[in-house]
């Protein structure tokens, strides 16, 4: 099937460019904390689309009855909406706990009490 | 011991079916792995059980598109940032205010706004989160008004 080929690549090459793009966001941008912004790009919509890209090549595969591979894909995707969260949310904690500094000076702390106690 | 022996089933029975292999080796990496990770869980504390109902998860299932639909154009915002050659941010710390009071919408509140690129979350506390924004204009209200509904308020 030319067409589903057609579609699959463009997603799969699709997303191997926001996955370079996120790459290029954890270079270019200055600090710490907006690094983590490019890293979620290539978590988001470069590991889904090259997820959606694999599922329409599953296609023909699905229409003889074997839809095995697409729901392990979309059990990949969802896992992948779990755990990217969780873990990029456990690293910029572990910074702001440690008090990693950001380009605009220090990072300023949640609740009034703590400003005081320190 | 129950939880254990429960957690082991669900394992294997889920192995089974999605391997699609049964030779002996594969079955007993299989047994071997889902009993190693069912003794894992022993030692962990079953942590709290949120209430939910089934209208929760109804709401979530429809929450779900709209959050993928931003999570799609955040991601080409943010894109953009980036391959601009003057690369224009403003990153920010924004105290938000958060609507969702139980421990679940609280979660998926602040999961959501780490997932959306340009907005991560760092702290949640006192019914304020902590979140570090790349540029202005990403509002959260709308996203904080549709987990208040999947939460089941209002």
């Keep these: ?118 | 011991m129950p939880r254990a022996l429960v957690v082991f089933a669900v394992l294997l029975s889920t192995w089974l079916l999605w391997s699609g292999v049964y030779e002996p080796l594969t079955i007993g990496l299989g047994v071997a792995s889902c009993a190693f990770v069912a003794w894992f869980t022993t030692r962990l504390e079953p942590g709290p059980q949120p209430k939910t109902d089934m209208g929760f998860w109804f709401r979530l299932l429809l929450y779900v598109p709209w959050l993928l639909k931003e999570i799609v154009i955040a991601n080409l915002q943010v894109a953009r940032v980036i391959c601009s050659p003057s690369m224009p941010i403003s990153p920010q710390m924004l105290r938000v205010p958060c609507g969702p009071k139980t421990p679940l919408g609280q979660t998926l509140y602040a999961n959501s706004i780490t997932l959306t690129p340009g907005t991560i979350t760092l702290d949640l506390r006192d019914d304020t989160v902590l979140v570090h924004a790349l540029s202005k204009g990403s509002s959260q209200g709308e996203m904080d008004r549709r987990c208040r509904h999947v939460e089941g308020q209002s």
């Design chain 1, 1 to 118: 099937m030319i067409v589903l080929d057609i579609i699959s690549w463009v997603l799969l090459v699709s997303g191997g460019l926001f996955c370079i793009i996120g790459g290029i966001g954890i270079i270019r941008l200055p600090d710490f904390y907006t690094r983590t912004h490019g890293a979620s790009i290539t978590d988001t919509l470069g590991a889904g689309l090259m997820l959606a890209g694999l599922g329409v090549q599953t296609l023909p595969h699905f229409m003889d009855g074997d839809w095995l591979i697409l729901v392990k894909l979309m059990a990949i995707a969802a896992f992948l909406l779990i755990t990217s969260p969780t873990s990029g949310h456990a690293l910029v904690k572990a910074a702001y706990a440690r008090g990693v500094r950001w380009n605009q000076g220090d990072v300023p702390l949640l609740n009034k009490k703590k400003e005081g106690e320190e």
